[in-house]
């Protein structure tokens, strides 16, 4: 069963930083690229960041270009998101994300807030 473990949300001021973890169990974690979504309140979810099976090519959304880098550790099955320079139209609920076998998996969340 696959899931999806995600952490390290939280409550920062705008210019602060954050790290999002998301550990995940059931698929060999090294044969899927690995996907970071975001959701504001009353907007659609939107997808973040990407990276492939190696972690050698990475792609991003506009607007956190230069701000935000997703990583990942295969000896950990973990991918991370490293979120700096936070504004305050960065406030959502953060979601990891895989697609094995057909299907959609998505952790439950982590609330990233940037409030002064």
């Known amino acids: 069963q696959v899931l999806l473990v995600e952490s390290g949300g939280g409550l920062v001021q705008p210019g602060g930083s954050l790290t999002l973890s998301c550990l995940a169990y059931g698929f060999t974690f090294s044969t899927r690229a690995m996907n970071w979504f975001r959701q504001a309140p009353g907007v659609e979810r939107e997808p973040v960041a990407s990276?492939?099976?190696?972690?050698?090519?990475?792609n991003y959304t506009e607007s956190v270009k230069g701000r935000f880098t997703i990583s990942r550790d295969n000896s950990k099955s973990t991918v991370y998101l490293q979120m700096n320079n936070l504004v305050p139209e960065d406030t959502a609920v953060y979601y990891c994300?895989?697609?094995?076998?057909?299907?959609?998996?998505w952790g439950q969340g982590t609330q990233v807030s940037v409030s002064s």
């Open positions: 990276i492939d099976r190696a972690g050698g090519k990475t």
């Open positions: 994300h895989v697609r094995r076998s057909g299907e959609d998996y």
